[in-house]
Every structure is written in structure tokens, then in C-alpha cells.
């Protein structure tokens, strides 16, 4: 068993699974019909990744991603990842410090 995750978020299109396939189990919050089910090992229990095409899809986006834990990946060394550092919530508006002012300090 592995233990951790570390999640990266290939095309659906390049994922590939070449062994294991029949041990994969999907899971999803309220049942396999949920919107962004996990991919789970029957044996040992970890998550190999998530499946975001419903979600993504209802996003409208065309290019699906899907999230895979290469810490499950046969030998998978982290010394050998280039790291993109990438932060969202400083892209996504409003920004909190705007959104608390203008609750505290508006003439309602």
C-alpha cells in the first residue's frame, strides 16, 4: 500500500490503464451515480483518481480532465516531477477582503 495522494490532472482522452483495470471500483458520494465518482483499488483501498467528466461536462467545457494519484503509479518518483505551482482562489473574484468590506461597510 501506498500511503498519500498526489493528484495530477491529465487529459481523460491520455489516460491509460495498462494492469490492475479489473480492480478498479468506482465510488461516488451517494452511490456509483454520483457526478464525480472515485476510482478505487478493491484491494487495498486507495484512490487512484477521480472521473470529473459530468462535472466537467456541465461546466461546458470541452477539453475533460480527470484526476490521477500517480502515488499509486508503479515506480513513480517524485524527484523526477516538474512542479507548476499554480493558485486558483488568486484568480477567482471577488476577493475576499472586497466581498468582507462590502458587507461591513455598505449603506444598506
Known sequence: MRNGYWGVH????????????????????????????FWLCDICGCVLGTDATAFMEALGLEEIRC??????????????????????????PPKYEDYIEEIYHSKA
Open 10 to 37: 491529465p487529459l481523460k482522452r491520455d489516460i491509460e490503464w495498462t494492469h490492475g483495470e479489473e480492480h478498479i471500483k468506482l465510488y461516488a458520494h451517494g452511490g456509483t451515480e454520483g457526478k464525480n465518482p
Open 67 to 92: 484526476t490521477v494519484n500517480v502515488k499509486m503509479l508503479k515506480d513513480f518518483d517524485p524527484e523526477k516531477v516538474k512542479v507548476r505551482p499554480f493558485d486558483l482562489p488568486k484568480l477567482m
